[in-house]
């Protein structure tokens, strides 16, 4: 049963643009969320996170929204640039797993043309 | 420069074989923990370490085994009875304590079997 869900394998944008990717949670129990970004044959980066208090975390390029009652947070990227070309994982964690427990999904490709 | 190392880069295993993974990390991190990720997949816990002396076993423990002596260092032993354990393999560690923890990961080994 996976309990962070990316529903996109892959996304595609022109630089300059936006970037949206998404990601659904199902444990209500998670109160912590993370965005990695990470590159071929390297290990991932933390990117920005967002705790279940707010729902808005802003860091430059990068903002996560978090919508509690629908369980989804999505990463918006803007403007998009070629170097952003990196396959993103969201992860989630709780109190009661700790954050010794991130729960992470299967990652979205996200490709930026020139 | 602090950070977390792990080596190799690359990891060759024959049939039969064990084989050790090396982290290390100088970011004075109680807690350190090994994922898997496979091609299309997310990043699934290994093993995790909160104190020296002592480990928990994550998602996929069967066929893997760690040591925690020191606090800076946390090998991953692949044993023969992995029976797939091509893979990248990666290790991250964090502060424990905090409400809200982030896990920040090495450049990752691969290990292929011949």
């Known amino acids: 049963d996976q309990q962070v869900k990316q529903n996109s394998p892959s996304l595609s944008v022109q630089e300059g643009r936006i970037s949206i990717l998404n990601c659904d949670y199902t444990n209500s129990m998670f109160d912590y969320f993370l965005w990695y970004k990470k590159y071929p044959a390297e290990g991932p980066t933390f990117l920005i996170s967002i705790s279940s208090i707010k729902d808005k975390n802003e860091d430059g390029r990068f903002t996560v929204f978090l919508n509690k009652s629908a369980k989804h947070l999505s990463l918006h990227i803007v403007p998009s640039q070629p170097g952003d070309s990196a396959v993103y994982f969201c992860?989630?964690?709780?109190?009661?797993?700790?954050?010794?427990?991130?729960?992470f999904g299967k990652g979205t490709k996200l490709t930026v043309n020139p | 420069d602090g950070g977390i190392t792990q080596s190799p880069k690359y990891l060759f295993r024959k049939e039969g074989q064990n084989v050790t993974l090396s982290c290390e990390q100088n970011l004075n991190h109680d807690a350190m923990y090994w994922y898997r990720q496979d091609p299309g997949q997310g990043l699934r816990l290994i093993y995790y370490?909160?104190?020296?002396?002592?480990?928990q076993k994550g998602d996929i423990a069967e066929g893997y085994s760690v040591s925690r002596e020191k606090k800076e260092s946390f090998p991953l032993t692949v044993t023969s009875a992995q029976k797939n354990p091509t893979a990248f393999y990666l290790c991250?560690?964090?502060?424990?304590?905090?409400?809200?923890?982030?896990?920040?990961f090495g450049p990752g080994t691969r290990l292929l079997v011949l």
């Open positions: 991250a560690s964090s502060i424990v304590g905090l409400a809200e923890e982030t896990q920040y």
């Open positions: 992860a989630a964690s709780s109190p009661e797993g700790g954050s010794e427990k991130l729960v």
């Open positions: 370490s909160q104190i020296v002396n002592d480990f």
